[in-house]
C-alpha cells in the first residue's frame, strides 16, 4: 500500500468534496433535535477529559438504549455534531445515549477503544437510573464510529468489568475495518 492509496482508500473527506455542508447540516440538525429533546448534556462516563455523552431520553420508560458513536477518522468531530440521530429512536421510545471520546494524535485508538468500554459499562451500571434501559443495549456508529461499534462485539465480557457482556447488538455504519494499511503505513 502506497501512502497515497491509503489516503485516498480511508479518507472520506477527499472523496466528499461537499462535505462541509453535511456537516453544517448535521449540525443544524443537531442543535434543532437539541432543543426539541431537552437532553442531559456532558454526562460523565469516564476520567479522560472528553468522556462525556448526551442522553436523550423518551417521554416514557425506555424499551431500549441506542449508544450512538460518532466518526470523523478517530481524530475528528464531536457528540455535539451528530444529536439528529436520536429523534428517530426517542420517538419510537428507545432513549439514545451520543457518547463522546478523545480524539488521536492525542491519545491513541487503543486509548478510544477503552473510552468506548467504559462508556458501554456507565450505561449498562448507571443507565435505568439516569431512565435508559440498558438490559437492551445496541451500540451504533458511523466510519470510526462503526469500528468502535464493532469493537464493543470483539470485547469479551470481562472487558467491560460486569460479569456479563452488556451490548445485544451493534451496527456499523460504513465502518473502518480494515486497519492494516494505516498500520503498515504508519509503521
Known sequence: HTAESVERGYNNRAAVPEHPQWFARFAALSGQAREALQPRLDVRYGPNPKETLDLFLPAGRARGTLMFVHGGYWRALDKSDHSFVAGPFVEQGIAVAVQNYD??????????????????????REGAKQ??????????????????????????ASGFGLGRH???GAVSLSGVHDLAPMV???A
Open 103 to 124: 480524539l488521536c494524535p492525542q491519545v491513541s485508538i487503543a486509548t478510544i477503544v477503552e473510552e468506548t468500554r467504559r462508556c458501554v459499562a456507565w450505561l449498562a
Open 131 to 156: 431512565g435508559a434501559d440498558a438490559s437492551n443495549l445496541v451500540v451504533s456508529g458511523h466510519s470510526a464510529g462503526g469500528h468502535l461499534a464493532a469493537m464493543m462485539l470483539a470485547t469479551p
Open 166 to 168: 452488556p451490548v445485544g
Open 184 to 186: 503498515q503505513r504508519l
